[in-house]
Structure formats: C-alpha cells, structure tokens
C-alpha cells in the first residue's frame, strides 16, 4: 500500500554543518508534499512544502527537494543551529484527496 | 490568535472508562483531523471530518468515536478505553494543503 518512510531513524551533525534528511514514498499520484518539525512535547511545526510540479523549493536555511523520477524528498538544513534539534516527519498527500500520509520520522542531533 | 487547542493536556484514566478529548480550532477551517502518535508508529490518522456534520475513517479508528457539530470543535471519544489506546494524540486543522497541529493530549490508560 501507501507508504512514506525515512531512509534514516537517527541523523547527528556537528553545529555549522548542513543537513540531510531523507524521505521515500512510494504513491506517484501524490500531488504535495510537506516537511515538519516536531520538538519535543510539542505539535509537528510546519517546515516547508512543495507540489509534484516543482523539483527544488527553497526557505529559511531550509530547501526541499523532489525527485519523482525516484520518488525521493529531501530536506537539506543549512549552517544546523542546537534549535534545529528535533524529529522531522515528511509527508505526502494524494492529489485530490486532502489526508497526508507520514513518514516514520528522523531525529535530528546536533553536537556542539 | 490562539490557533489551535487540545484540551486536556495530560489525562489518566483507568481501563473500560470513557473518555473525550477535546480539539478546538480559531481559523474557521473545513477540514479537521485526529491522530495518535506511538513510537515506531509515527503518526497515524484515526478520524478525519471534511466539515460539520461530515467525518470518515482514517488508518485505526477502532476504539474511537467522533463528532462535528460545529465547524471549529472536533471531538475525540475512546468509548471504553483500553491499554492499547495509551498514545500522545494530536488535532490538526487544515487549509487546503497545509495542516496545522495541536499541542497533543497524552493520554495514559491504566
């Protein structure tokens, strides 16, 4: 069935260097995909999104991309701060339906 | 602005006990989800409601009751709760894409 997953469980990255995380999902119709954040004792926080239209979407120290080719997201965090700590979920969603599907989660570590 | 809340945040209760968690959104949106997040399970849909008066089955609804009667309250009933059902629980509301999250409700059944 549907399915969106992480490549990863656990990342750790010295302060100042960048990040990657890693998404699979395996449903080509889906249409819009979102990266969150979630700290701890706290509501996934939305990070970022991108549409099926688009392969490269950039933030805030933050950049989404997509291949559909290989139904891959990624997102890349520059220049990880100690605030960066957290576990970070991507998900997808079906085009013309309005449920997200989410991945497993990746913990995100930072070391000074 | 508050957004969106989850009322209680914290709640025990014992096994067989009926329980509500209460989800309360400020933004007006159509859309409104529940999900409970286990570890190792990540998040997962447990009802979802496209507007008042209209909720559907997500992925694990056994166990749960909803209900919508206004656009901004959605409701989340464990009938009679189990051990199983112990989770953190989140409420979202949503635009037409993005979903916005509740702080959760740890819910520990005893």
Redesign the interface.
Known sequence: GESVGLHLPTLSVQEGDNSIINCAYSNSASD?F?W?KQES??????II?IRSNMDKRQGQRVTVLLNKTVKHLSLQIAATQPGDSAVY?CAE?DQGA???V????TRLTINP | DAGITQSPRYKITETGRQVTLMCHQTWSHSYMFWYRQDLGHGLRLIYYSAAADITDKGEVPDGYVVSRSKTENFPLTLESATRSQTSVYFCASSTAYEQYFGPGTRLTVT
């Open positions: 819009y979102i969150y004792g706290k509501g996934p926080q939305f999104d979920f969603k309005q449920k997200l989410f991945g497993q989660g």
